[in-house]
């Protein structure tokens, strides 16, 4: 019984030490992506406040300014665009994402556009709506894409098929901190009051303040899609770095743990060997 009870711990061992390598290399895979993911996020991040000051100017340019962008309608229908991961491992990144996410529609008529393979199977499990699935895996999504997405959902906005739109992605706080958050995309809110600096900042637009304004909103929600994948990919990336540096660090204190097993079942399995030699001699 104790030879087959050492078997059994070694084979356990050597199981868990080849766990333990495959956690160590997607932990040192994750921290190099990680980087360039960092550098992406502070590129990424000017390109829409600039855009969206831009914005904010041509709506002042003008007090009787008007887009249909900018118009609040009934609500009779929303959509999300919600950026998950590819694959899972991450902690609770995508969980945490879900449940933001779903707080946010209770109780709404919802349709969904899905990016990563775990947002299109998660809301394909639940039947919700998905305004189109050709932007399944986040990893494949570049600047290209997010403009086909924003020339999709600025079209069905204009159209009626949804009245208000949200963006669902998690914000990469810091390495070990990625909080989710939902950002209202469309439509466009601007609180005029006694603003007189920007009044003072007056400007003409050709052929049309509204015209221009109209033209540059579908390159601030490609701006922002762009900005929320690249925080998004910094953050699955940070949570599976700490998720993985977790479970090679459990990994190691099994393999402490079963190691002494072992070695106290061998010490066993010799101590009984010496009193049976002993007892047959004594006979």
Avoid at 20 to 42: F, N, P
Avoid at 241 to 263: C, F, P, Q, V, W
Wanted: charged share 25%; glycine share 6%.
């Amino acid at each position: 019984m104790a030879g087959a009870s050492m078997k059994d711990i070694k084979l356990r061992i050597k199981s868990v030490e080849s766990t333990m390598q495959i956690t160590k290399a997607m932990e040192l895979v994750a921290s190099s992506k990680l980087r360039g993911a960092k550098l992406r996020v502070e590129r990424s991040r000017p390109y829409f406040e600039v855009l969206h000051q831009t914005l904010a100017d041509i709506a002042y340019s003008k007090q009787d300014f008007d887009s249909p962008y900018i118009h609040q309608r009934t609500v009779k229908r929303s959509c999300y665009v919600v950026i998950a991961g590819d694959r899972g491992l991450a902690g609770g990144y995508n969980a945490n994402l879900f449940k933001a996410a779903t707080a946010h529609m209770k109780d709404k008529n919802a349709c969904v556009l899905p990016l990563g393979k775990k947002a299109v199977e998660y809301y394909e499990r639940r039947d919700v709506d998905l305004l189109s699935k050709d932007f399944a895996e986040v990893a494949e999504v570049n600047i290209s894409s997010c403009f086909e997405m924003a020339k999709l959902l600025s079209a069905a906005f204009l159209k009626g098929e949804f009245d208000e739109l949200f963006l669902v992605y998690t914000n990469f706080v810091s390495m070990l901190t990625q909080s989710p958050a939902v950002l209202q995309m469309l439509p466009l809110n601007y609180h005029r009051g006694a603003d007189k600096e920007a009044t003072r900042k007056l400007r003409l637009y050709e052929p049309s303040a509204e015209e221009v304004y109209d033209a540059i909103v579908p390159e601030y929600l490609a701006g922002l899609i762009w900005g929320a994948v690249s925080e998004s990919v910094a953050s699955e990336l940070g949570a599976r770095r700490t998720a993985m540096d977790a479970a090679s660090k459990n990994a190691g204190e099994m393999i402490d743990d079963l190691s002494l097993r072992y070695n106290r079942a061998r010490q066993g399995a010799i101590t009984q060997e010496i009193t049976e030699i002993v007892a047959g001699a004594e006979q």
